[in-house]
């Protein structure tokens, strides 16, 4: 790795004038080195199962043959709603192919969202595994321009009309050729979290892979080197997981392993010393989780070299705890669906600091923004904003040109996000603008208060929201799981708030702890902080009713 100053000199953008997702991700390596193995599905105990990159070429090829029989071509939106699996990554890839648009969709998501993400997107087919089947069926009313399904690893009655995957993949020849795609064209729909309103679908061309590499490239530090494996819990019908993890690593060539399952922090271990891993992308939570399940025995069967993580603020202690048991330091970035990995640390170019996201990743332009659109002074709380054009920024919202025109002012994209950048250009996080806390006049980032409960040795996961005041207009409130071992009281309630205050400040403490044992996350692992704040008003309202 060359010095932090050094990549930012010495970076320019040179996109070529014909560039194919697909083609950049399986058909080079395919054509080098059939045999190549591109991705290895983790089974327990169970022998892995892997797929190669001539494999992964002629299935794809089978199966946009088999999408554009049944009527696919440039621009249709085609849904994939599925776990991680071979037949996820065979499916964007045949989506590529044919010059279509791919609306990656969780599986998770129930009849309403599910619904609404369809229409939205007018898909007009989807790529669906059985286990979807019930709630597919339950979306109401049914999705209108919708007219084919493909259901994975079977399991449905062969008279509803629906495809069968494995005999499409086995039956279609393969489609001849490649839709001639730029950088530019349309490749991709993500939907955006809904945290301060509808979902919105955000369009990025297929230029939004070759904006992801550098940035994957710097925090993996000099990614790929010889024996990298990378693994990430992540959805990957989340940016986190498909732009972070699987499309950049398949177009560098790098294996990617993966399980499907729910991830838990003791079977993490186990798959990551399993499958040799040496590159993970763990959001912070799931950080967390693995650091409450540390003992010398998970540790010492690791071939870690690098971690990264993002999707929401790493904590000091958090990255302290990677450092001594894991002896590496954990790599945080930061980017939303719109306009991904902009900002980042990488300890092996000497960007690395406990608090901070790091600073712009070489190859964007990054800045805070105040209220009149111009950079803030160091130290001063700013919207952090990224500069047009950028190849990982979106085209637009999809069929929404006034919400696209709302996100930019001038040439600027503005992420919503408040940070604050130091002298040295390093950049911490405080908020999302919707998730500050007004308190008696102080605005009050949740990042740094639950930052501050996750060093108290009882708490396990923590959300900190603004419940509504009569007084000072909004109070901290936290939730927090507590780690086995602990008992939620009063006591302890009052041992956690005097712990925040005596390390913070007066203003900074939550008033208020409600204990919950479990917390709620989206997909890609950030807490979902708007359930707390309507629970946090409801409270507010029948403490007013009273």
């Given at each position: 790795?060359?010095?932090?100053?050094?990549?930012?000199?010495?970076?320019?953008?040179?996109?070529?004038?014909?560039?194919?997702?697909?083609?950049?991700?399986?058909?080079?390596?395919?054509?080098?080195?059939?045999?190549?193995?591109?991705?290895?599905?983790?089974?327990?105990?169970?022998?892995?199962?892997?797929?190669?990159?001539?494999?992964?070429?002629?299935?794809?090829?089978?199966?946009?043959?088999?999408?554009?029989?049944?009527?696919?071509?440039?621009?249709?939106?085609?849904?994939?709603?599925?776990?991680?699996?071979?037949?996820?990554?065979?499916?964007?890839?045949?989506?590529?192919?044919?010059?279509?648009?791919?609306?990656?969709?969780?599986?998770?998501?129930?009849?309403?969202?599910?619904?609404?993400?369809?229409?939205?997107?007018?898909?007009?087919?989807?790529?669906?595994?059985?286990?979807?089947?019930?709630?597919?069926?339950?979306?109401?009313?049914?999705?209108?321009?919708?007219?084919?399904?493909?259901?994975?690893?079977?399991?449905?009655?062969?008279?509803?009309?629906?495809?069968?995957?494995?005999?499409?993949?086995?039956?279609?020849?393969?489609?001849?050729?490649?839709?001639?795609?730029?950088?530019?064209?349309?490749?991709?729909?993500?939907?955006?979290?809904?945290?301060?309103?509808?979902?919105?679908?955000?369009?990025?061309?297929?230029?939004?892979?070759?904006?992801?590499?550098?940035?994957?490239?710097?925090?993996?530090?000099?990614?790929?080197?010889?024996?990298?494996?990378?693994?990430?819990?992540?959805?990957?019908?989340?940016?986190?997981?498909?732009?972070?993890?699987?499309?950049?690593?398949?177009?560098?060539?790098?294996?990617?392993?993966?399980?499907?399952?729910?991830?838990?922090?003791?079977?993490?271990?186990?798959?990551?010393?399993?499958?040799?891993?040496?590159?993970?992308?763990?959001?912070?939570?799931?950080?967390?989780?693995?650091?409450?399940?540390?003992?010398?025995?998970?540790?010492?069967?690791?071939?870690?070299?690098?971690?990264?993580?993002?999707?929401?603020?790493?904590?000091?202690?958090?990255?302290?705890?990677?450092?001594?048991?894991?002896?590496?330091?954990?790599?945080?970035?930061?980017?939303?669906?719109?306009?991904?990995?902009?900002?980042?640390?990488?300890?092996?170019?000497?960007?690395?600091?406990?608090?901070?996201?790091?600073?712009?990743?070489?190859?964007?332009?990054?800045?805070?923004?105040?209220?009149?659109?111009?950079?803030?002074?160091?130290?001063?709380?700013?919207?952090?904003?990224?500069?047009?054009?950028?190849?990982?920024?979106?085209?637009?919202?999809?069929?929404?040109?006034?919400?696209?025109?709302?996100?930019?002012?001038?040439?600027?994209?503005?992420?919503?996000?408040?940070?604050?950048?130091?002298?040295?250009?390093?950049?911490?996080?405080?908020?999302?603008?919707?998730d500050i806390i007004t308190s008696a006049g102080y605005r009050i980032g949740p990042g740094e208060v639950e930052n501050c409960l996750l060093a108290h040795p009882a708490v396990k996961l923590a959300a900190v929201v603004g419940k509504p005041d009569p007084l000072r207009t909004e109070i901290v409130k936290a939730y927090v799981v507590l780690k086995d071992g602990f008992d939620a009281g009063e006591t302890l309630a009052a041992e956690i708030q005097l712990f925040v205050r005596n390390r913070l400040s007066a203003h900074e403490y939550p008033r208020e702890i409600g204990f919950v044992a479990e917390m709620p996350l989206t997909t890609s692992g950030k807490i979902i902080r708007r359930e707390f704040r309507d629970s946090a008003a409801s409270e507010a309202a029948d403490a007013t009713e009273r």
């Amino acid at each position: 790795m060359k010095t932090y100053d050094s990549l930012v000199s010495g970076f320019a953008w040179n996109l070529p004038a014909r560039y194919n997702i697909a083609a950049a991700c399986a058909d080079r390596w395919a054509t080098e080195t059939p045999e190549r193995i591109c991705l290895i599905e983790d089974r327990g105990e169970r022998p892995a199962v892997t797929m190669t990159c001539g494999e992964l070429v002629t299935a794809s090829r089978r199966l946009a043959g088999a999408m554009a029989a049944h009527g696919i071509a440039r621009g249709d939106r085609v849904a994939i709603i599925l776990p991680q699996s071979f037949a996820t990554v065979v499916a964007h890839l045949a989506v590529y192919r044919l010059g279509a648009i791919a609306v990656p969709l969780a599986m998770r998501f129930g009849p309403e969202a599910l619904g609404y993400r369809l229409n939205a997107s007018g898909a007009r087919m989807a790529v669906l595994h059985r286990d979807g089947l019930e709630t597919f069926g339950a979306v109401q009313p049914a999705p209108a321009g919708l007219q084919s399904v493909i259901v994975v690893d079977g399991g449905f009655d062969p008279n509803n009309g629906f495809l069968d995957y494995d005999l499409l993949i086995a039956d279609t020849p393969p489609a001849c050729g490649d839709a001639a795609t730029g950088p530019d064209d349309p490749a991709l729909i993500i939907f955006t979290s809904g945290t301060t309103g509808p979902p919105k679908g955000a369009l990025h061309g297929h230029r939004v892979v070759l904006g992801h590499l550098p940035g994957i490239i710097f925090h993996h530090e000099d990614y790929p080197q010889p024996g990298d494996r990378i693994y990430t819990p992540s959805d990957w019908a989340w940016a986190g997981g498909l732009l972070n993890v699987l499309l950049p690593s398949l177009q560098l060539g790098v294996p990617v392993v993966f399980s499907g399952e729910r991830f838990r922090a003791e079977e993490a271990y186990r798959l990551m010393a399993r499958q040799r891993v040496r590159n993970a992308f763990l959001p912070a939570t799931a950080l967390r989780m693995l650091a409450a399940a540390t003992d010398a025995e998970t540790v010492r069967d690791l071939r870690l070299r690098t971690i990264a993580s993002a999707g929401e603020s790493l904590p000091a202690a958090t990255y302290d705890w990677a450092r001594e048991a894991l002896g590496l330091t954990a790599n945080e970035f930061y980017g939303q669906t719109e306009c991904n990995m902009v900002l980042g640390s990488s300890a092996a170019a000497g960007v690395s600091r406990a608090g901070a996201i790091g600073k712009a990743v070489p190859g964007h332009q990054v800045a805070l923004l105040g209220e009149d659109g111009r950079p803030v002074p160091p130290g001063v709380p700013g919207t952090i904003a990224v500069k047009a054009p950028d190849p990982v920024m979106f085209l637009n919202y999809w069929q929404d040109p006034a919400a696209t025109a709302a996100k930019f002012s001038g040439d600027w994209l503005l992420t919503g996000d408040q940070a604050v950048m130091d002298d040295e250009g390093y950049v911490a996080f405080v908020g999302r603008e919707d998730d500050i806390i007004t308190s008696a006049g102080y605005r009050i980032g949740p990042g740094e208060v639950e930052n501050c409960l996750l060093a108290h040795p009882a708490v396990k996961l923590a959300a900190v929201v603004g419940k509504p005041d009569p007084l000072r207009t909004e109070i901290v409130k936290a939730y927090v799981v507590l780690k086995d071992g602990f008992d939620a009281g009063e006591t302890l309630a009052a041992e956690i708030q005097l712990f925040v205050r005596n390390r913070l400040s007066a203003h900074e403490y939550p008033r208020e702890i409600g204990f919950v044992a479990e917390m709620p996350l989206t997909t890609s692992g950030k807490i979902i902080r708007r359930e707390f704040r309507d629970s946090a008003a409801s409270e507010a309202a029948d403490a007013t009713e009273r």
